[in-house]
């Protein structure tokens, strides 16, 4: 069974593996509002600091002013160590309790009526309890529209299919396996993709924990063909 | 009082909604009336065949086929009419959802240099069975 690719890798594709954690922190946690909230944060320090310094050269020591690019080191520098320490941190943490997960997949690509068969496996390094794992097969509708100057996105979810399994109690090094079956239904529209207009289909699963992170959520994108 | 007044008679036994359909690859048959009521001053005039995106995203299309309409042909009173066929791809179908939808037509398009330009549609519906 061939393995699907999962939204959070698309960054890891792109060869930025920090957009890969952050991804994968968007759809999990509230860390990422955190990065943004550090990032300006240390904007803000960095734009102070140097103000600081300004005020203080000329005001005591008649030194002349940094340069306006040592200002935007500090600025720029403020606004990535913040993030940069976040996403280190959540993700190293992350890697010690457990691996990403895995979805397999029957097929990646199917037609309406299809039976889609998925195998989910999670790795755990700790003692934990998986409470639940809830597969979800989803339509989702992405709109891009201009207003003024700005490019807004807007996305709605229907939700075809719900498969909730039981949990279990896993020891280190235990993978947790689940297995549902989807079924593509009989009127349901295909893959469709435009500049400002998207109909994506997607394998969604969430597991939750007894441990942190206690929820861990993943999308697996999957395409549903017109045929001929 | 519109400018112009648009009908087609699509050839076709399947309607849904009474609206009618037509299963992807196949062959759409029909008869397009075009009539003239106030004078057109546009550069060009078109008839298409195809699809286009309505709903919050801003319009995607595409155009299957297209046939120029000679703007002197457009003389107030008078009815341009002709048959037309044209062959339908296998994709995309038709789609109403919470945010997109997607409206296959025979359309004819106005096109001026100083104001919107002017599209009147005769939606049909492209779905498999």
């Known amino acids: ?228 | 009082m519109s400018q112009v007044s648009f009908e087609v008679d699509f050839e076709c036994h399947e309607r849904l909604l009474n609206i009618p359909r037509f299963a992807p690859g196949s062959t759409v048959h029909g008869v397009y009336r075009l009539t003239i009521a106030k004078p057109i001053r546009c550069r060009s005039a078109e008839l298409r065949f195809g699809w286009h995106t309505e709903g919050k995203g801003d319009r995607d299309e595409g155009i299957i086929e297209s046939r120029p309409l000679s703007p002197d042909a457009l003389v107030p009173g008078r009815t341009l009419s002709d048959r037309f066929i044209f062959t339908l791809p296998h994709e995309p179908w038709s789609y109403s959802g919470h945010y997109i939808s997607i409206v296959w037509s025979v359309s004819v398009w106005f096109d001026y240099s100083l104001r919107r330009d002017i599209t009147e549609h005769a939606p049909f519906i492209m779905a498999p069975d």
């Open chain 1, 1 to 228: 069974m061939p393995e699907l690719v999962p939204h959070s890798s698309l960054g890891n594709r792109s060869g930025l593996k920090w957009l890969e954690v952050f991804m994968l922190m968007r759809e999990n946690s509230v860390a990422a509002k955190a990065v943004v909230v550090t990032a300006i944060i240390g904007a803000l320090a960095g734009f102070f600091f140097h103000a600081c310094v300004i005020m203080s050269s000329v005001a005591v020591c008649n030194v002349p002013c940094p340069g306006f690019l040592l200002f935007f080191l500090l600025v720029i520098g403020g606004a990535a160590i913040g993030p940069v320490i976040i996403g280190t941190t959540w993700m190293n943490r992350l890697k010690q309790a457990m691996d990403l997960p895995r979805l397999n997949a029957s097929a990646e690509r199917l037609r309406r009526g299809d039976t889609l068969d998925v195998t989910y496996t999670h790795l755990f390094h700790q003692q934990i309890e998986v409470y639940g794992l809830q597969l979800t097969l989803v339509l989702e509708e992405v709109a891009t529209y201009t207003r003024g100057t700005d490019t807004v996105t807007e996305r709605h979810e229907h939700v075809m299919q719900t498969v909730d399994l039981p949990g279990r109690t896993l020891w280190d090094g235990e993978t947790f396996t689940g297995r549902a079956s989807f079924t593509i239904p009989p009127d349901a529209m295909h893959t469709f993709e435009s500049k400002n207009n998207k109909l994506r289909w997607w394998v969604k699963t969430e597991i939750r924990l007894s441990k942190w992170p206690n929820t861990f959520a993943e999308s697996y994108q999957i395409v549903v063909e017109a045929g001929a």
